[in-house]
C-alpha cells in the first residue's frame, strides 16, 4: 500500500515477469520507507497441484534480481548465496515433480489459517462484500462468489 504518486514515479517493471513487487521493491530500498504490517491483509489457498514451469520462471526471475540488486543491497557474497538457493529450490520442485511430490512441496512453503485467523478472513470477507461498488452489478453488494473477491478462507 503506498500514495498513487509513489507508485506513478516507480512503475513495474515489465522484464521482471513474475517478480515485479520484489522487483519493485529491491529498487527503491535505498530511497523509499517501507513498514511492515503485523497483521494478515491479505490471505489466499494455493492449489496442491502447482504449475513447475510458472515457479520455475518465478526463479529465474527473482535470480535475475538478486544479481541486480542484491549486492549493493546484502552484499556480494550474500547475493551469491541467495542465487544457489534460489537454484537449490528449483531443482528441488523439478525432482520433486517429476517424482509426485509437488503436493508436498507446496504444503511445506504454506501455514494454514488458525481457527482464530480463518474466522477473522471470514469477517473482513463478509465487510468487503457488503461494500457497495458502483457499476459492479447494479448498485449493490456483490453476492459471495460474485465478482473478484472468493471466499478461500472459508472453505
Known sequence: ???????????????YVRAED????????????FGRLC??????????????QNYL????????????????LVGARRSRLLVMRSRLKSMVYR???TLGL????IARRNRPLTATEAQEARRVLSLVRAIRV???GGDRAASPGE???RDEAAA
Not at 498513487?4 to 515489465?14: G, V
Not at 509437488?102 to 512441496?105: E, F, S
Open 1 to 15: 500500500m503506498g500514495r498513487a504518486e509513489w507508485f506513478r514515479r516507480n512503475r513495474y517493471d515489465p522484464v
Open 22 to 33: 520484489h522487483e519493485l521493491w529491491s529498487r527503491t530500498a535505498a530511497t523509499a520507507t
Open 39 to 52: 497483521d494478515p491483509w491479505f490471505f489466499y489457498r494455493e492449489a496442491p497441484a502447482g504449475n513447475l
Open 57 to 72: 520462471s518465478t526463479e529465474r526471475t527473482v535470480r535475475a534480481i538478486l544479481r541486480r540488486y542484491g549486492p549493493p
Open 95 to 97: 525432482i520433486g515433480t
Open 102 to 105: 509437488q503436493d508436498r512441496l
Open 134 to 136: 458502483s457499476g459492479l
Open 147 to 149: 465478482g473478484p473477491i
